[in-house]
């Protein structure tokens, strides 16, 4: 009898141990197959802006690679903050990504509240691309030489005006700190989002934008607009004849853009694992190269928790230049 329960029980433990087994083997199977339906991708900021032209080529390879469409939900409003809380109220389930922005590293010190906190609510997957900002001006409006437009901006403060993505962006605080650094003064008219204020670049209604080169890119190449200075310490590749700030006079103006991606908190970690292998086999891809290239950008490799220890940084780094600037909502 001693032996017959012995054999039970190990017949027993067996068959809990290979149900074990299945169950585990058959939830991997699910986890893995995601995505199973199309994924949603908020953009905070009108279509034509700088989100925009590094989400629209990335969602067509996502989908290409994965079988799956990626929409694009473009939720301007509120220098991206509008989308921002959007995103950060969706269900955690892997179908809803949010493509965030430089911008919304700059919002906490720019906005008394805010409706979400994108370090408390979101989880950082990695970064997509990043660009150099350029300041880009109408030359039936201002002169398309670096020196003369700073002898006419000089000349005349508060004539000229600079148009952004709306207040408290990158767009923004790039022209702040241009200001601060050339002392010069020139008034700045907020949209809302990138292409809108691109527009009206182009139709002579702003004399210039400091915008990111990812979405001035096409217009400058089209010869709707001219790129009179790239920030930073050196020439950007795709656009070697336009000078670097360091050449002209400013070797402390480096303002970068860099889009990246988050999940809503509680989004489960192999999805997470998932979303990160597909940007990773995107920026790989002859198109993505391509389109990235166009775009005078870079894919950095920052995903996880350095990504959002870098997020972190550029939080702090932001306050310090609003501090400094003055810069206030309009």
Known sequence: MKHFKTNTSRRHWMALT????????????????????????????PAGGGTDAFARPFSAQFSKQTG?????????????????????????????LFMGAVHHSIAPSMYAKLDYDLERDFVPLTMVASVPHVLVVNPKNVPSDFKAFMEMVRSKP????????????????????????????????????????????????????FDGLGSSAQHIKGGRIKALMVSGNKRNPSFP???????????????????????????PADVQARVIEEV???????????????????????TGAQFGNFVSGEVKKWASVVKASGAKLD
């Open 18 to 45: 290979a149900a074990a087994c299945a169950a585990w083997s058959l939830g991997a199977q699910a986890q893995s197959a995601w995505p199973t339906k199309p994924v949603t991708l908020i953009v905070p900021f």
């Open 68 to 96: 799956k469409t990626l929409v694009i939900d473009n939720r301007g409003g509120a220098g991206g903050n509008l989308g921002a809380g959007v995103a950060a109220k969706a269900a955690p389930d892997g179908y809803t």
């Open 241 to 267: 004849d336009v000078p670097c700030a360091a050449e002209l006079g400013m070797p402390d103006y480096n303002v970068t853009t860099w889009y990246g991606l988050w999940a809503p908190k509680g989004t």
């Open 158 to 209: 508060g004539k000229f005006n600079y148009g952004s993505a709306g207040g408290g962006t990158s767009h923004h605080l790039a022209g702040e700190l241009f200001k601060l650094q050339s002392k010069t003064f020139i008034t700045h008219i907020p949209y809302r989002g990138a292409g809108p204020a691109l527009q009206d670049l182009i139709a002579g209604n702003v004399d210039m934008m």
């Open 280 to 302: 990773r086999k995107a920026a790989v891809s002859d198109d993505i190269k391509t389109s990235w290239g166009n775009n005078g950008a870079e894919f950095p490799n920052l």
